[in-house]
């Protein structure tokens, strides 16, 4: 087994950091307070080319592999969570669904954008009455002569109000169950289609998060992707490869926590010793480095299995699972070891922990993650 990162991999990894820390971390606390990513970072994002990191050259991507763009959304969540969930968002779920299924017009038409910056996508799939249960969407999509006709509302939808483009789960069949959802490429300026308010949030304050309503949207026949009642299909696989991201988000979370953790336990002082000089520190900051490097294991390991081909859905959740419970812990710590002024705003890390929560919550809960392991064990 080779632990060690390709020479390419390990280049991505410290660009990344180098970026992050320089043009993301600075600006990280008032872009939560703000609730807003500025649009002059999201145009550096693009011209880093993260937003087609998994792109393939042909299509105007970097052609890079998965497990680049993991470091890429670690190495930027480590820095603003917001920012890192941004990327994940556009690259799982709104670009990865044409890679993976779209024709080849399709993906010549869109990819190149998606890739650039100069659009970014999003994706449509939870409901006020569909969460975890994404089987019971109700948005529908019926046929009208060389289009489609869009009508429902979509919650929670990451990048809304941001995205150029979203991937739209909608049912074609109400009477056949997951097999009657489909899938559509929608544009966001399609007449009838808007945006919610954006939500107020306890953690990734600064990422889009809106309802959608599509009222009578008209979306062009051709812009189906995939086959007529395989929605549920797509909508599954692309949530595999985002729980890996979702995983390295919450890595990167977790890395900041124990970071932030060491250098203040070495700096503080109390009875005239380092905080780092006392036993029950020690222990904190030798439990967050252990949980750390296991959830990156699990997390790098499920992106090595999908750049091999193979299947990833239980890997991928026990990855999700983990990353994302320990990224919580690890925040908790990190104000623990701070003690009153980990409490306060203007130090950092209880925005990690804020931030950390939502790692467990979406694109699957860590009660999803684990009847989908048990699921795959038990089959």
């Given at each position: 087994m080779d632990f060690d990162l390709t020479e390419e991999q390990a280049m991505i990894r410290q660009m990344v950091r180098e970026f992050a820390e320089?043009?993301?971390?600075?600006?990280a606390a008032e872009m939560d307070r703000l609730g807003e990513i500025p649009a002059e970072l999201i145009g550096k994002i693009a011209e880093m080319g993260l937003f087609g990191i998994s792109v393939p050259e042909a299509y105007g991507g970097g052609g890079g592999d998965f497990l680049s763009y993991i470091l890429a959304v670690e190495e930027l969540s480590r820095a603003c969570a917001s920012t890192g969930v941004t990327v994940e968002t556009h690259v799982s779920l709104g670009t990865e669904p044409i890679l993976n299924w779209g024709t080849e017009e399709q993906k010549q038409r869109y990819l190149p954008r998606?890739?650039?910056?100069?659009?970014?996508?999003?994706?449509?799939?939870?409901?006020?009455?569909?969460?975890?249960?994404?089987?019971?969407?109700?948005?529908?999509?019926?046929?009208?002569?060389?289009?489609w006709l869009l009508n429902g509302s979509k919650i929670f939808i990451s990048n809304s109000g941001l995205a150029d483009l979203c991937i739209v789960m909608a049912m074609t069949d109400k009477t056949a169950g997951t097999r009657g959802i489909s899938a559509f490429i929608v544009e966001t300026a399609s007449p009838g289609f808007s945006v919610g308010r954006q939500e107020e949030k306890m953690g990734i304050r600064a990422a889009k998060t809106a309802s959608l309503t599509f009222d009578n949207v008209r979306v062009p026949r051709e812009n189906l992707l995939g086959k007529i009642g395989e929605g549920f299909?797509?909508?599954?696989?692309?949530?595999?490869?985002?729980?890996?991201?979702?995983?390295?988000?919450?890595?990167?979370?977790?890395?900041?926590?124990?970071?932030?953790?060491?250098?203040?336990?070495?700096?503080?002082q109390q009875f005239n010793r380092p905080l780092s000089a006392f036993q029950a520190i020690q222990f904190i900051l030798?439990?967050?480095?252990?949980?750390?490097?296991?959830?990156?294991?699990?997390?790098?390991?499920?992106?090595?299995?999908?750049?091999?081909?193979q299947r990833i859905t239980e890997a991928a959740a026990m990855a999700k699972y983990y990353a994302s419970e320990t990224a919580m812990k690890q925040s908790s710590k990190a104000v623990q070891v701070y003690g009153g002024y980990g409490y306060i705003r203007e130090n950092g890390v209880e925005r990690l922990m804020r931030d950390a929560k939502i790692t467990e919550i979406y694109e699957g809960t860590t009660e999803i993650q684990k009847i989908v392991v048990a699921g795959q064990l038990l089959r």
């Open positions: 320089k043009e993301v971390a600075p600006i998606l890739a650039g910056g100069e659009m970014i996508g999003s994706f449509g799939l939870t409901e006020p009455n569909a969460g975890s249960d994404a089987a019971a969407i109700e948005t529908t999509a019926v046929p009208d002569g060389d289009h299909k797509i909508a599954l696989h692309s949530l595999d490869g985002g729980r890996v991201a979702i995983a390295a988000q919450a890595l990167g979370i977790a890395q900041s926590a124990f970071d932030q953790a060491r250098e203040y336990a070495r700096m503080r030798a439990e967050m480095a252990t949980e750390i490097k296991a959830a990156r294991m699990l997390t790098y390991h499920a992106a090595w299995l999908k750049d091999q081909g």
